[in-house]
């Protein structure tokens, strides 16, 4: 069987998404029967069914790349040391597959801010299009032409690139098993209606705008659960925006275990986000898994995902949250579509099998 290295900046147990998606990647992979290395930063004491490598400098990255026996080696995202250093040693051995998790160069979230990042990342955005030639090959999370996060699919279209397929990510597995277990309630969370968001707190995941307008509509039996990986600046600013709200309608939490997440996924009503730029969200396929119905902003690939809504504005976001909170059979409309999808199509035992497709496709 082929020999097959995933190199990503990051790994399992590291709650981050390519982290997350890499080690599903090699988990998959891995029960197919290929002989799987991985290479990344990350230090872990977790015994894996695989071989993990972790090399914190260029050179020893670019030596083990040079001297690999990999059949295929694949790279987890652009913009980080594991695509960048790589480049530099090219042609290799083995085949070598870009797995994007999307672009950063043309991202603007508006503003000041947002303007003096876009102008920041010119040269980036100049270097990039000789890098779609350096690969032999891509894999894109999906082919929807979003102008911010996926740049590198709307320059193969128009570079007349064809090397390279669409196989989308998929959702942790435990949430397609979850059961209610009074996960809120514990948490003296009594609202009848939670409206769940999960994303690390920073203000590019649009939880400001969110709460916002969570409280312009001053809902009544309703909660609003703002869930992050660890407290930060960016938390402590949404507590006061709450004000007299916090711990009554408005709530924090952060560094829930694994099954307490999948618990809050089960006892919400609708997961909601306003993030300003994403690709394919992890959250919204975990959600889908649960059978929880979602509202999000139109960014990236959001809007081909089954089960949920997508909304433009504040007006269009207050509106469609009233639709949801009145309609029951909407809710269980949307939520039966996205568990469907994840069982067709989201679901890493499939993503695995096209994987497998490619790599044969790849060392005929």
């Known amino acids: 069987m082929n020999k097959i290295l995933i190199a990503a900046l990051g790994f399992y147990p590291e709650p981050h998404g390519i982290a997350q998606v890499a080690y599903r990647h090699a988990l998959a992979l891995h029960a197919l ?23 914190n400098q260029k050179k020893a ?13 694949f790279f987890h995202g652009w913009h980080n040391w594991t695509s960048e250093w790589a480049i530099e040693v090219f042609p290799l051995r083995g085949k070598t597959v870009l ?7 043309n991202i603007n979230f508006g503003g000041f801010r947002g303007e003096l990042w876009w102008w920041r990342k010119r040269w980036e955005a100049f270097r990039f299009p000789p890098k779609m030639h350096r690969f032999d090959y891509f894999v894109f999370l999906s082919d929807q032409p979003d102008p911010q996060r996926m740049s590198d699919v709307i320059l193969a279209k128009k570079l007349g690139i064809s090397n390279y397929t669409i196989i989308p990510n998929g959702a942790r597995p435990s949430f397609s098993h979850s059961k209610a277990t009074d996960f809120f309630k514990a948490r003296n969370i009594h609202a009848s209606n939670i409206l769940l968001c999960v994303s690390n707190f920073h203000y590019a995941k649009g939880q ?10 001053d809902l009544t039996d309703t909660a609003l659960v703002l869930v992050g990986s660890k407290f930060n600046t960016f938390s402590e600013r949404l507590k006061k925006l709450a004000g007299n709200r916090l711990n009554k309608a408005v709530f924090l939490l952060t560094q829930l275990k694994d099954e307490e997440m999948v618990a809050a996924y089960t006892e919400a009503i609708l997961f909601v986000s306003a993030t300003y730029t994403e690709v394919q969200p992890l959250v919204l396929l975990d959600a889908m898994t649960a059978g929880l119905p979602f509202l999000c902003r139109n960014v990236g690939a959001v809007s081909t995902l089954e089960g949920g809504l997508c909304f433009k504005n504040d007006t269009d976001f207050k509106q469609k949250v009233v639709e949801l909170l009145g309609s029951a059979s909407l809710r269980k409309k949307l939520g039966k579509e996205g568990k469907e999808a994840t069982q067709i199509k989201y679901n890493w035992e499939k993503i695995g099998q096209q994987y497998h497709q490619l790599i044969q496709q790849l060392t005929p």
Do not use: C, M
Request: no cysteine; hydrophobic share 40%.
């Open 61 to 73: 990255y670019q030596s083990l790349l040079k001297t690999s026996d990999a059949d295929v080696i």
């Open 208 to 217: 400001g705008e969110l709460l916002r307008w969570f409280l312009d509509l």
């Open 99 to 105: 797995i994007s998790h999307g672009t950063n160069f």
């Open 33 to 55: 029967g290929y002989q799987i290395t991985v290479v990344t930063r990350t230090k872990t004491n977790e015994d894996f069914p695989f071989k993990l490598i972790t090399i």
